[in-house]
């Protein structure tokens, strides 16, 4: 056993038996809860209030008081930024505790806990900063004319958020929205929803007003979808599947809210022949099981230069063979757990369509028994080959350990498989080509490109996709933008009177 998993709930605050929403500024509980599980282990964690559709009036009606005659979104733009840092220093100081959480409610690795519950913290620090530089323009208009364009915040948000980085895309979403002045409903996901929910109580511990952040666990089928209907939310950010945001995105339309959306991906990852082999494998094993492979941008879709793909592959699966699953809070462990049996079976399901459709299993493409874990929910990293772009194994995300390969002739025939996709969110390439990286970033359909590197996201690197990864930038400065309007005051002060008319 690692230091931490003795160390496990040793500062006794978060060793609850139940967690309650957060509304107006304080814990709710109603009639009804829900039970969060490890997926690790199967094991129950903890209660959780589970919103009903009254609860979510409730948290609407408290965010929109305090946006409309609350104090926040006209304090100074010092006092935000204070507050933002505070609570990345109560994070900071309870990093063991939101890292064991995290992995408890989502059995993810502890490596992979620690870095994103780091980030979570860094995403307050990064729009601490970047809300002070945040500003409107002056605009050049004739004569003794005065063109001032102001940021104001956009109103009242619902967020709602996925399980597979449940503190991150919360800090993601929390983070901006306040720093503009915004008052939110944040709703989690059903099956993590706890770090959230204790981000909630350190925003107010850090001083956020009442009303200004309520957190609402509950199902997004109820409560989700009533916060994406009701006329007094301003802007919907959503971040999950493809479908769940078409949905959002054509109920929002009906008040007109605004709509920012990160959806799913099936990212390419191209290795062409001048690339770093090493560097290449180890990048690309990280690129697709990182996080258990439940990443939207996970590089699901790899694609091999033919003169490297026979020694390419060696070393890849050799690799996967060696990733570790296991206790999650041991720190040797590669791979946590998969969220549900649903997703187990999802997952398994599109390895069995790959067989059926004439595709190789190289290695996994089964249920992992683990010891010890026996009641958790664990796939084996999972290599796919003799695959072409009509199976559904390659044209579907997954969402788990699983990668197709295939190999391609040429760097024109590379970006066409690239971007023969719905999706467009991430993409890698490895080559030590200078001038082919720029050359195929710029052909890549995708918003992101990682060229020789694994990492997809920083604070303050834009992060969001094209085509029907949806749209909009989270985690930097254009983020901003998103959570503001633009108000255009044009103002004359001139000596003589105006009269258009003439009259
Ligand atoms: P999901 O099923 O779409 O759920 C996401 C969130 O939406 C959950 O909180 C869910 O609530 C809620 N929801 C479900 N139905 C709703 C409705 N009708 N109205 C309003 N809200 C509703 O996605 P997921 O399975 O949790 O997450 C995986 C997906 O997220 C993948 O497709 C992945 O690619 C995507 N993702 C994208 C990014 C990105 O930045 N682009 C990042 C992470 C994940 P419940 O929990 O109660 O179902
Ligand atoms: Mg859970």
């Known amino acids: 056993m690692t230091q931490v998993k003795e160390a496990r709930f040793e500062t006794l605050e978060m060793k609850r038996q139940h967690y309650s929403m957060i509304i107006n500024g304080e814990r709710v509980d109603g009639a009804e809860t829900f039970t969060t599980y490890n997926p690790a282990t199967g094991e129950k964690i903890a209660t959780v209030a589970k919103a009903t559709i009254e609860d979510a009036e409730k948290a609407i009606l408290a965010a929109r008081q305090s946006f409309d005659y609350g104090k926040w979104k006209k304090s100074p733009i010092n006092k935000r930024s204070r507050v933002l840092n505070k609570i990345a220093g109560i994070m900071r100081a309870r990093f063991n505790e939101l890292v064991e959480l995290e992995i408890l409610d ?42 001032v364009a102001e940021k104001e915040p956009v109103g009242v948000c619902a967020q709602i958020i996925p399980w597979n980085y449940p503190l991150m895309m919360a800090a993601w979403k929390i983070a901006p929205a306040i720093a503009t002045g915004c008052s939110i409903v944040v709703k989690p996901a059903t099956l993590t929803p706890l770090t959230a929910i204790v981000l909630g109580e350190i925003c107010i511990e ?32 959503f971040t999950g599947s493809t479908p769940i945001g078409k949905n959002i995105m054509e109920k929002a339309s009906q008040t007109l809210k605004r709509v920012t959306l990160e959806l799913g991906g099936k990212s390419p990852n ?73 997703q187990l079976k999802v997952i398994d399901g599109y390895v069995q369509s790959a067989k059926e459709e004439g595709a190789t299993i190289v290695t996994g493409g089964k249920v992992a028994e683990i010891e010890g874990f026996e009641a958790g929910y664990w796939y084996e990293p999972t290599v796919i080959t003799n695959v072409h772009h009509d199976m559904k194994v390659v044209k579907e995300e997954i969402f788990g350990p699983v990668v197709v390969v295939m190999p391609f ?41 990682m060229v020789n590197c694994p990492f997809s996201a920083f604070p303050g690197t834009p992060f969001g996709g094209y085509k029907q990864s949806g749209f909009g930038r989270e985690l930097c400065i254009e983020t901003l933008d998103l959570y503001t309007e633009t108000k255009s005051i044009i103002s004359y002060f001139g000596s003589r009177p105006l009269n258009p008319f003439g009259l």
């Open 409 to 449: 002739k040429d760097e024109k025939e590379a970006v066409k498989l690239a971007n023969d996709s719905e999706y467009g969110l991430g993409s890698a390439l490895w080559t030590k080509d200078y001038a082919r990286a720029t050359r195929v970033s710029k052909q890549i359909e995708a918003g992101i490109v």
């Open 106 to 147: 989502s059995g993810k690795s502890l490596s992979a806990a620690q870095g994103q519950v780091m980030q979570a913290i860094e995403d307050f620090e990064f729009y601490a900063g970047a809300i002070v530089g945040h500003r409107g323009n002056v605009n050049n208009v004739p004569g003794q004319f005065q063109n």
């Open 206 to 237: 850090a001083g956020v007003p009442e009303g200004v952040v309520n957190i609402l666990p509950g199902a997004g089928s109820s409560v989700g979808n009533y916060l994406v209907e009701h006329e007094k939310v301003d802007k919907v950010a």
């Open 270 to 342: 191209i290795v062409f022949e001048d690339a770093d082999i090493d560097a290449a494998v180890d990048g690309s094993l990280f690129g697709i099981f990182y996080n258990t492979g439940q990443s939207c941008e996970a590089r699901s879709r790899l694609y091999i230069h033919e003169s490297i793909y026979e020694t390419f592959m060696e070393k890849f699966v050799e690799k996967t063979k060696k990733l570790q699953l296991g206790d999650p809070f041991n720190k040797t462990t590669h791979i946590g757990a998969v969220i549900s049996e649903e």
